[in-house]
C-alpha cells in the first residue's frame, strides 16, 4: 500500500525566479499605480515603490531560501539584505529619476525608464552579495574543528586514477610504496589504482606492482575513477594523486600531515608561495589554466589560487560525504568537490606542491578547456536547483 502522493514541490532555482518575478512585479505595479493613478511625481513614486518591494522581497526570500547554496546565504544576515538594498534601490532612484520625466502622462516612458533600473540595480545587487558573502566563506574554510578521528581500516589510501597506463602503473606504484614506506609501518597504507576502462593491460600491471585495482568497464573520466576510488577506499585519510607522478609521491606526507593536523581537505597548490614548478608548463596550457580558475567564479567564493592540482587529501567521512555527491564525470570534479566544501562549511588549507615534468598527458588543452567551462555552468544550474542539497538530517560540516 502506497502512502499518500506529495505535492511537487518547486525546486530552489524556480522557487528564486518566482520570487523575483512576483517583487518586480509588485515593484512596477506600486510605481505604475502611484504615478498613473495618484499622480505623484515619478521620484517619490519609485522610492516608495522600491521600499515596497525590498520588504515583500525579504518576506518571500526567507520563505523559500535553499541556504545550502553559498550565493544564497545572505538571507541569513538581515544587515547584508538592509546595506545591499539601499544601495540598489539608489540606483534604482537615481536611474528612474534622470531618464523618465518627473511628471510622466504615459505610461510608456516611465515602464523604460524602470525596466533600465532594474537592470542596474540587479547587477549591482548581485555583485554586492558577492563581496558580502566572500568574507565569511574564506574564513570558515580556515577554521579547523575539533573532531573525533575519521573511520577507517588503514591510516592512508592513495587513489591513483589511470587510464592507457600500462607503460609507467607499475613504476608508479612502485615509488608511492617506497615513499609511503613509513606511513605503512605505522598504521598501514594502500594504493588504490582505479582503470578507467583502458584497453590495454593498465589493471594487470597495476596488480603485479602490488596495488589494490578498481576496474571500470568503460571509460567515463577523471572524475569518475577519482570518485569510484574514494568511495571504495579504506583509509582514515584519502589522498588521490594523478597516474603520471608529475607529482613526486612524496606529498603524499604533506597532504597527510594535514589532514591529521586537524583540516577536513588538504589542496596542493602550484601557485603557493612555497611550491617549485620544475616542469614549467607550455604557454597556452598555463594562460587556459588561469583563465579557468578565473571562471571558477561562478561557482565559488573562496580565494583558491589552483583548483586543477592532482594532489588532493581528505577525511574518510569528509571525502564520502563530497564524492557521495558529485556528479561531473571530467576534469572540473576538482571545482564541483570545491564548491561542496564551501556548501558544506568544511575546513579546507592549501599547501605548497614541487611539479615536475611527466610526459604523456591525456590532458587535450583544447577541447577539455572548453569541457571543463561547459561543466562549471552546469555545475551552477544544479546547485541553484538544490541538487547537493544535504538530507535534512544528516548534518554539514559546521555540526559534525
Known sequence: ??????????????RFAAVSGVVTAIDVSVLLALTQGARVPVPAADGAAVGVASVASWLLHREVASTGDPFTRWVERPSAFVATAVLAGALDLAVVTVVAPAVPSRVGPVVRAKALALLVAGAARVLAYRAILVRPTRRGLAVRRSRADPPGELRLTVVVPAYGEAARIAG?????DEALAGVDAEGGVEVLVVDDGSSDATATEAEAAGARVLRLPVNQGKGAAVRAGVLAARGRTVAFMDADLSYPPDQVLRLLAG???GWDVVVGSRRHAGSVD???PGLVRSLSGRLFNLLTAVVLLGHYRDTQCGCKAFRSDVARMLFSRTKLDGFAFDVEVFHLVERYRLSLTEVPVTLVAAPGSTVRVGVDALRMVGDLFRLRRW???GAYDLPVAEPHGAQH
Open 172 to 176: 608508479t606504484v612502485r615509488r608511492l
Open 278 to 280: 620544475v616542469a614549467r
Open 383 to 385: 546547485s541553484g536547483r
Open 259 to 261: 589532514v591529521e593536523s
Open 1 to 14: 500500500m502506497t502512502g499518500p502522493r506529495r505535492r511537487p514541490r518547486l525546486r530552489p532555482l524556480r
